[in-house]
C-alpha cells in the first residue's frame, strides 16, 4: 500500500511539475477594486540544471511566472503597491535578488488575469522603484553605458506603462509597454 501511494505521488509530480512549488509568500489583498480582498500567493520550485529557478504569482486562476538565477539565502518577495492614488487599483510588486541586484516586476490584476506592467532590473541595493502615487514610477534602468533614472505612467487602463521622454528635444519618443 505504501509503495502504490509512494508511486501515485511521484506520478504526480512528473505530470505536474509545479506541484513541487514551495509557497513562500501569501498576501490578501483587494488589487483590482472591487472591494473583495484577492488571496495571492507566491510560490517558487526548485532550481534546474541550469542553476535557474521558476517563481510563480497566482490569483485563483491568474498567474505570472518568471524564471531566474536566484542567489542562495536571496531575497524573494511580493508586496503591494500604489501607482496612482486616484484609482482604487492596486498592483504587485515581485522583486527577485539576484548576483549582481535586484529585478522588479510591477503586475497588474484584472479578474482571472495578471498582467507584467513593468520588468525593472534594480541596482545592487535592490530598492524598490519610486512610487509617489501619482501614477507615475520612476526606476534606475540599464542601458549602454551603465544606468540612469526612466519614468513610465500607468495608462489608462491600468494594465499598461507608457515611458516618458527623457526630454523636450524626444518629443513623441514614448513607448508604450503593453500587457503580454
Known sequence: MTAAIA????????????AAAKELQRLYVDLDGDSKVEAISLATSESDASGRSQISVRIGSAAFSTDHHIVPQGRIEMRAIVIDRQRSERQLAL???????????????????????????GESDCELPSLAGDGVVEAAIWEDPGSRKARYRLGSDGLSMTREARSAHEPGQAAQLRAR
Open 7 to 18: 508511486a501515485a505521488w511521484l506520478c504526480a509530480l512528473l505530470l505536474n511539475p509545479s
Open 95 to 121: 522583486t527577485v535578488q539576484q548576483a549582481d541586484g535586484c529585478v522588479h516586476h510591477l503586475l497588474a490584476y484584472t479578474p482571472r488575469r495578471l498582467v507584467r506592467l513593468l520588468p525593472i532590473v
